[in-house]
Nanobody, 126 residues
Framework: QVRLVESGGGSVQAGGSLRLACVAS????????VGWFRQEAPGKERVGVA?????????YYADFVKGRFTISLDIAANTVYLQMDSLNPEDTALYYC??????????????????WGRGTQVTVSS
């Protein structure tokens, strides 16, 4: 089982940046994909933002973050980062990281992931 802890959330103004971190107990034990998801409010859909394959480094992004967000991996530190630039108020959400062993990381489908962190809040003001 993989345990995940997110950090790095906060409040910023539109146009600002944040870097989220997802530290795992040990990614290699039971996962090859790590994804970032976000949920705007309780009861709303948890939406895929970006994912990365921890062995081959392939990265995938939702269209609404392409060119603004970057996912990266520090395997020695068991940490996946989400660099978020050019933030806008629509990016306000609770951000979660997730991990699992998948055939491909490309679908950003929350239902494929078994292991989840508790989330970190990102708030962007106009």
């Amino acid at each position: 089982q993989v345990r995940l802890v997110e950090s790095g959330g906060g409040s910023v103004q539109a146009g600002g940046s944040l870097r989220l971190a997802c530290v795992a107990s040990a990614y290699a034990d039971d996962s090859n994909c790590v994804g970032w998801f976000r949920q705007e409010a309780p009861g709303k859909e948890r939406v895929g933002v970006a994912s990365i394959h921890i062995h081959d480094g392939r990265r995938y992004y939702a269209d609404f973050v392409k060119g603004r967000f970057t996912i990266s991996l520090d395997i020695a530190a068991n940490t996946v980062y989400l660099q978020m630039d050019s933030l806008n108020p629509e990016d306000t959400a609770l951000y979660y990281c997730a991990a699992d062993e998948l055939a491909t990381c490309k679908w950003l489908d929350r239902y494929e992931y078994r292991y989840w962190g508790r989330g970190t809040q990102v708030t962007v003001s106009s």
